[in-house]
């Protein structure tokens, strides 16, 4: 039996679905239907959403789950008069900070805005922008500002990789792909030499980027496993030759990628905020 | 005084974060440094998570703050021993979950894998890959399997949040630039026609246009607030005559105009999980 699952926020509704995806998926036995209410910011918005939620109820004779990030009491009132099973995300945690650092939250809705909150956020939309600009070595004079380039063959991942890292992180990621005449030549490709020390490299398993290659060409030499073999052996020799950090993306997601990435080249260990 | 807050997660430590920014942005007059601590799956790694947060706590005299995800609670035991302030954030929703669902969680360390989730992070990948090949209308020739064609004139945000569509919910986005051509013949551009339906504009107001333009290329007639001027003025003249809905980008982030663009198209309503 599925079971319904709102997510209520004044806001984008991000953080209560990021929050109950992950508690959520500790159930695993139970199937869920995601319902995203998001800028639930009026009295009137909040008494559609507790129609809404009361309809499911009725029709499916299960109780929905609500996670809830309102930050507005009036508005939260609103939503607790529900047939739903309430998960008050902020409330609980915001007494707690209080406590913490003996200072009363502010009940802004949805989010602060602040000069240095638009100044990281420009700089995540720059951060794209020189992804996409440096994407598949297409412009490699910008590398002198890559925080981190990439490498690897083509479709090893680098560049979800990178626009990941550019949206979520603002960190300057460019990338170069691995080809064939680069691989015989075993030594970096010249673009790269100067900047070894930012590089870091995406490998795959042959198999899985046969399969990935072969939905963009079937049954081209690019996409055979021969060639993949190949590819994949000469650039993790590469990597090794040259002491160039990398890693597996074949079971993992670009979220675990970037992470990864962050924490090995130090870039995520600590910013302020 | 800056207070540092330690995220410490078995997992990326984005669920940890999310929440985390979110809380402590309602705590406007404090200043807050990031300490990211993904990956801890030992005990080995918690024990060094507690003498960074030791050490911290030592030299700033100030208690830390730790926003802690892990799901093993041998490895949450040994982060209770740090000095720190400690925010368990799956323990108090777990507990709350269970009596819901009259179910107990898993305790699997991570994030659960399955068929159902490659599925979906697949068709995420596939979106990113969707959006850059039909991006800036390189290849309109695929515009029949887009579920969203946002339109706009240079540098109004479209392919930014068409890259968050894609990466963060699989939605199949694509973007076309508004050209002077296009605007000056009042019609919508012969490739758009047929998807009227699918249309979704972007505007944004002509001074920050102006500026983000003159970033790329300087003293450009491309960059002069009178083009600019002209150019959003016959972009929303469009928009309105082709009743094509359309959001204002100049002080919206990203995650809002993807939130505003999901709801309004009925994409974000509902969705399995």
Redesign the interface.
Known sequence: M??TVFFISD?????AE??G????????????????V??VDSIEKAQAAVEKIDRVAKESGE?P?IFD?L?NADIRAVIATSSG?I?D??A???G??ET??G?K????VG??KNADRDAR?KNR?DA??FA?DNDDGARINRYDQAQVILIGVSRSGK??TC??LA?QTGVFVANYPLTEEDLEERRLPRPLAEYRDRLYGLTIEPERLSAIRSERRPNSPYASLRRCEDEVRDAEALFSRFGIPYIDTTHA????I???IL?ETGL??????
């Open positions: 599925t079971r806001s984008t509704g991000i953080t990021t929050l995806s992950s508690l959520l998926s500790q159930f695993e036995q139970q199937k869920f239907e995601h319902v995203i998001p800028y109780q789950i990030t930050v099973f998960i995300v902020l609980h945690f915001l707690q900070l913490a650092l200072q939250p502010s009940s802004t989010r602060v956020y939309i794209v922008n996409l560049t979800p626009l990941y949206l997601s670009v979220e675990e970037a992470t990864r924490v995520r260990g600590q910013r302020s905020q």
